[in-house]
C-alpha cells in the first residue's frame, strides 16, 4: 500500500490541497488505491493512485482525468481536480478528485437508481471526448479477452482455457452475425465496470466513481455489464432473472427517453451480456496466474476466492445468459 506520510507529504509541497490534515485508506481496487484526504477546513477529497491500466495505456492516469471531465456534466461522477503521472515520492500516477458520500449499490433494491445513473451519461455528448474506441462491442470485448487469455503460455488452468478459447469462438461467431442488428447506432460514453462498490448510493443521490475503463461504444455495454451474473455475484448473492431484467431495461428506456422496441434493447443487451461474460471470466482466468506469482502489486484474498470460484464453474456461467 502507498505510503500515506508520502502521499500528505506530496499534497503539501505540490499545494493540490490546502493544509492536508489527514490522509486516510479509502478503498482499493486490482489497479488502484484511493485515499481519503481532509484539509484544514474540513473538507474532503479522494486522492488515487494507479498501478496499472486495464487499456494498456502508457497514460493510464491522465486518460482517467480525461474521461471525469467528459462526464462531469452528467451529476453523477466526481469532479476531477488535478493529475499528476509521476508525482514525487509516489509510486503510480496520481489524480484528485471530489469526494462524494454514500454506500455501495444493493442490487435488489438500488437498481433504479443504477438505471438513472446510466440515463444520465448515456445521454451526455461525446463528439468531443478524447476516449479509446470500440465501435464494434462485441468484437472488440472478444479481443480483448482472447489477449487475457493467451496472456501466459504456461498457465496451469488448461482445461478452464481451453473451454474459455471454445466460447470465445463462439461469441466472435456471433459478433460477426449480429453486426448489422448494430450498424447505424450513436456511441456513447460507457465505463464497462458497473459493478456494486463503483455506485454510490447516498439517500436519493446515486453515483458512479471508478473511470478507469471508460470507452466511447454503445450503451448495451454498461446495461449487459450491470445484469450479467460475473457482476452481480462478485459482491452479492444476486443472479437478476428475466423479469428483473426487463424491469430495469423498462426503467432505463423510460428516463433516456429511448426511441427503441423493449424487444430490440432486450436482445441487443443480452448479446453483451453474453460477450461481458466472456471478458469477466478471461481477466479471471489472467488474474489467477499474476495472484499466484510474486510481484502483482494489489492483492485482495477476497479476490483471489471469487476468482477461484468463478473458475471453478465456469459450465454455469457459459449457461446464465
Known amino acids: 500500500m502507498t505510503d500515506r506520510k508520502r502521499i500528505k507529504r506530496f499534497l503539501e509541497h505540490s499545494g493540490w490541497v490546502v493544509a492536508p490534515v489527514s490522509v486516510s485508506f479509502l478503498a482499493a481496487g486490482e489497479y488502484n488505491e484511493n ?15 494507479n498501478h496499472g491500466s486495464q487499456l494498456g495505456l502508457a497514460d493510464q492516469i491522465e486518460y482517467e482525468f480525461r474521461v471525469l471531465e467528459a462526464v462531469h456534466a452528467s451529476g453523477v461522477t466526481p469532479e476531477p481536480y488535478r493529475f499528476d ?3 514525487p515520492g509516489i509510486d503510480g500516477g496520481a489524480l484528485l478528485m471530489e469526494y462524494l458520500p454514500g454506500v455501495p449499490l444493493d442490487y435488489t433494491r438500488d437498481w ?10 448515456h445521454t451526455l455528448p461525446s463528439g468531443e471526448a ?3 474506441e470500440q465501435p464494434e462491442p462485441v468484437l472488440d470485448i472478444a479481443r480483448e479477452s482472447l489477449g487475457l487469455l493467451t496472456r501466459f503460455g504456461d498457465h496451469p488452468l488448461r482445461e478452464e482455457r481451453k473451454a474459455l478459447l471454445d466460447y470465445h469462438a463462439e461469441v466472435v461467431r456471433m459478433g460477426v452475425d449480429t453486426a448489422p442488428l448494430f450498424s447505424g447506432e450513436s456511441p456513447c460514453i460507457v465505463n464497462t465496470e458497473v459493478n456494486s462498490h463503483n455506485f454510490l448510493i447516498d439517500g436519493a443521490n ?6 478507469e475503463k471508460a470507452v466511447r461504444s454503445l450503451r448495451y455495454q454498461d446495461l ?15 443472479v437478476y432473472d428475466e ?13 433516456c427517453g429511448l426511441d427503441m422496441e423493449m424487444d430490440e434493447l432486450r436482445e441487443k443487451t443480452r448479446i453483451l451480456e453474453r460477450t461481458i461474460l466472456l471478458r469477466g471470466l478471461s481477466w479471471c482466468h489472467m488474474a489467477y496466474y499474476e495472484y499466484t506469482g510474486s510481484d502483482r502489486p494489489l492483492s485482495s ?7 477461484r470460484s468463478y473458475l471453478g464453474n465456469i459450465p454455469w456461467f457459459l449457461k446464465s445468459v
Do not use: Q
Request: glycine residues 6%; contains cysteine; charged residues 20%.
Open 130 to 132: 478524447r476516449l479509446v
Open 85 to 87: 503521472p509521476a508525482p
Open 224 to 238: 449487459g455489464h450491470f445484469m450479467v451474473p460475473t457482476t452481480t455475484l462478485w459482491r452479492s448473492e444476486c
Open 206 to 211: 446515486a453515483y458512479l466513481v471508478d473511470w
Open 301 to 307: 484474498a477476497y479476490t483471489f476466492r471469487k476468482i
Open 243 to 255: 423479469d428483473e431484467k426487463l424491469g430495469f431495461l423498462g426503467r432505463y428506456r423510460e428516463l
Open 35 to 49: 485515499f481519503l484526504v481532509t484539509d484544514s477546513a474540513g473538507a474532503n477529497s479522494v486522492f488515487r493512485v
Open 112 to 121: 433504479p437508481a443504477a438505471a438513472g445513473v446510466f440515463a444520465r451519461i
